[in-house]
Each structure stands twice: as structure tokens, then as C-alpha cells.
């Protein structure tokens, strides 16, 4: 859920309505500059492109289909087209790299005109490559690393680059694959925090069987499991309104612990 929730009156959202950001946030997406890669399309992925002063993206990657991550794919056809042949200008079309898990299965996104992906590719707005396990563009290595989810999918990606390793996992990363060789003694583990138990809206309580406790660990879990695979940093994404946390709440938190930090829009980080 974006920050302010829509209509929402609570705390949290009437502050983040009045000061913008940082205490405001769009949906979950980064940018890793090095090879100009976009992760995830939110809704609002255009006006945080047009926020950040990106001026040129030449690959596009999802780690998951969930709504949230995939809403914002027709940032390709705004960038791309040519409006006078309704096809893409050559240089803007954008390379769609996917680990061939969710390449089969991107092309089930529809339109009433039939497969998203299909039309875009027709357009030239995008180029589709597959990759199995790992793909290098110039001097980056990425390995994508399935989450068992049984019939849903979604991805771990470990990013490396001259001696550097960032392992992003920002949303449904439950069970986590720490028996990987690959997320281990990252310098930067960028993850969802999980669920907060406590100070909630509506003073809600998570139930034992609660299904957010399937793809979700709790708060303190994620901390414990960034201990075990001994990451050096920690960024926590994905922030969720329902949490009732205002930016100087997470900030509180980091003040508590020097390995971790709460990401908010717009953040750069070099690792």
C-alpha cells in the first residue's frame, strides 16, 4: 500500500499527505545505475523516474507478477513510442530480462486486447531475453534465485560486481534460499522488515494462521536471519502503510541499530 493510503485519515497518512516525502511512498521499485536496470514497475514508477532525474533505462526485470510490482509495465510504451507510426523509436525499446520462471509467465498480464507482452514486443517498445540462473551484463553478474512458493514464483536477486555482492529481496521471499552460497556475507541485503507485531492499526494482533505469516517473517525473524547469512548492511523496503510508521518511526529504529537503515523514495546508495 502507498503512503498516504488513499481517502485514509490516520496518523501516518495525514503527515505523509502534508510533508511529502520522505514520510510519503510509491510502490516497490529500484534502479541500479551501474547497467541502467530498472526492478519492478509500480503504478507510480513514471512520476519516480521523472523524481529521480533517470535519463535512460536499458534493461527491465521483475522479481515477482504480483499487481504491485507489475501495474506501472506501460512506463515501456510512455518511454518508447513514436506517436506518428505508433511503434517505438529504435533507441528507446527496452530489454526485458527475466529468469525463464517468470518469462513463462509474463505474458499472462492482459489487456482486453489480448497479452501486454505480446503487443509491446510487436511495438518494439521491448525485447524479451530469457536467462537460466544467472546472466552477466558487462562487468555485473546476476543470479536469480527461486523462492519455494510451490505454484506462485518469485525471485532473490543477487547482484555482484568487483568483489561487491547486493542481494535484493524486497517482497514474498518466505523461505528465504539462505542455504545459497550466493546471499551469504553480502554487503547489502535489501529485504522487506516483515511483519511489525505490534503498534499496528486498529490494534490489530496477527493470528497465528494469519496468511501474511506465509510469505512474511516477523521484524525480528528478518533481523536474525540478515545475523545468519552475515550481511553487512541491511535496507529494509516495501514499507507497508497498515504498519502505522511514520518516517521518524523507522528512523527511531535505525538510530537502535547502525547495520540497518529504511529505505525511502528516492534513496541512492553506492555499495
Known amino acids: 500500500m502507498v503512503i498516504p493510503k488513499p481517502l485514509c485519515r490516520c496518523r501516518v497518512c495525514r503527515e505523509a499527505r502534508k510533508k511529502g516525502v520522505p514520510y510519503s511512498r510509491a510502490g516497490p521499485s529500484a534502479f ?9 514497475t509500480p503504478a507510480e514508477i513514471s ?32 518511454i518508447a513510442l513514436d506517436f506518428r507510426t505508433w511503434r517505438a523509436y529504435p533507441e528507446k525499446q527496452i530489454c526485458l530480462l527475466l529468469p525463464e520462471g517468470i518469462s513463462e509467465r509474463v ?13 509491446y514486443l510487436e511495438s ?25 512458493r510451490g505454484a506462485q ?13 547486493v542481494v535484493y529481496a524486497p517482497c514474498d521471499i518466505k523461505p528465504f534460499p539462505e542455504h545459497r552460497d550466493e546471499v551469504q556475507k553480502s554487503d547489502l ?30 521484524f525480528e525473524q528478518t533481523l536474525d536471519l540478515a545475523t545468519r547469512i552475515q550481511a553487512k548492511r541491511v535496507l529494509f523496503v516495501h514499507l507497508e502503510e497498515y504498519w502505522n510508521r511514520s518516517y521518524e518511526d523507522y528512523y527511531a529504529l535505525e538510530s537502535n541499530n547502525q547495520m540497518i537503515r529504511f529505505a525511502y523514495d528516492g534513496m541512492q546508495l553506492t555499495v
Request: no cysteine; glycine share 6%.
Open 32 to 40: 541500479l545505475h551501474d547497467i541502467n536496470l530498472l526492478i519492478d
Open 47 to 78: 512520476s519516480l523516474l521523472n523524481r529521480s532525474h533517470i535519463r535512460n533505462i536499458d534493461y527491465l526485470t521483475f522479481t515477482h507478477l504480483d499487481p504491485d510490482h507489475v501495474e506501472g509495465l506501460r512506463v515501456v510504451e510512455q
Open 107 to 119: 505474458r499472462n498480464i492482459q489487456s482486453q486486447y489480448g497479452s501486454v507482452i505480446d503487443f
Open 124 to 148: 518494439g517498445f521491448i525485447r524479451l531475453q530469457p536467462f537460466q540462473d544467472e546472466v552477466r551484463i558487462k562487468d555485473v553478474r546476476l543470479t536469480a534465485i527461486p523462492v519455494d
Open 153 to 165: 514464483m518469485s525471485f532473490v536477486y543477487v547482484f555482484e560486481k568487483s568483489g561487491r555482492r
Open 189 to 218: 541485503l535489501i529485504i522487506q522488515p516483515g511483519i511489525f507485531e505490534d503498534g499496528l492499526k486498529h490494534g490489530f494482533n496477527y493470528p497465528p494462521e494469519h496468511v501474511s505469516r506465509t510469505t512474511l517473517y516477523t
